[in-house]
């Protein structure tokens, strides 16, 4: 059987959040506890009247120190507009995460939608699924108020019209019609100033 191969990524780290670590090689996916800020999230559903009511307990949540401030800021306009935190889902991923995600998509769908083990952006922190989900998973429906799933859930029409104004976008391979569509997944625009190697993400915006 197929298995996830690959080794962990390695960049030297650029970003003025952790001054003890300028200049030193960081891992994806193996990063010091210094490399993030952490922080909690509390979830919310929607009832069958629109109502959002806190679902389970807060989640603790790790991302790269260098874009908490954008991902604070982007949250809390969301918070002013909805009443709650923006449903996240995943942010960082362990070297072993990846690994058992990798392995997981192989015996599922071929691996295809899931990135090398090492290469993720989430094992840099620096990108963030959120609860937005698809037509296999509608489930997460419950977290948007507008009842809907994918690229017409609330969630994702928030982010796409204003995440890019704290430098959070829908990357281009990610768009809908994409052989890897994710409505779900953002990423943090300037990680080039943050590893040395990266690129910035990119996206294109429509209104």
Excluded at 46 to 60: L, Q
Excluded at 95 to 109: L, P, Y
Excluded at 137 to 161: D, F, V
Aim: charged fraction near 20%; hydrophobic fraction near 35%.
């Amino acid at each position: 059987n197929a298995r996830a191969v690959g080794r962990p990524g390695r960049r030297t780290y650029k970003g003025i959040a952790v001054p003890s670590l300028k200049g030193q090689f960081v891992f994806n996916g193996a990063l010091p506890p210094e490399y993030f800020s952490s922080f909690q999230i509390q979830l919310y559903v929607y009832d069958s009247k629109g109502v959002a009511k806190p679902y389970k307990r807060a989640r603790t949540f790790k991302i790269c120190a260098d874009a908490f401030s954008d991902f604070q800021n982007m949250n809390a306009a969301f918070k002013a507009e909805y009443g709650h935190d923006l449903p996240v889902s995943s942010i960082n991923r362990t070297w072993e995460g990846q690994v058992a995600t990798k392995n997981t998509s192989i015996k599922e769908n071929g691996g295809g939608l899931v990135a090398k083990p090492g290469n993720s952006k989430h094992g840099w922190g620096l990108a963030i699924d959120f609860k937005t989900a698809s037509k296999k998973k509608q489930a997460s429906k419950k977290y948007n108020k507008n009842n809907k799933y994918g690229y017409e859930s609330t969630t994702h029409i928030w982010l796409k019209e204003n995440g890019h104004k704290w430098n959070w976008v829908n990357p281009d391979w990610a768009k809908k019609g994409n052989s890897q569509a994710e409505p779900w997944h953002f990423e943090w625009v300037p990680r080039n100033t943050v590893l040395q190697g990266e690129s910035a993400a990119v996206a294109w915006y429509s209104y």
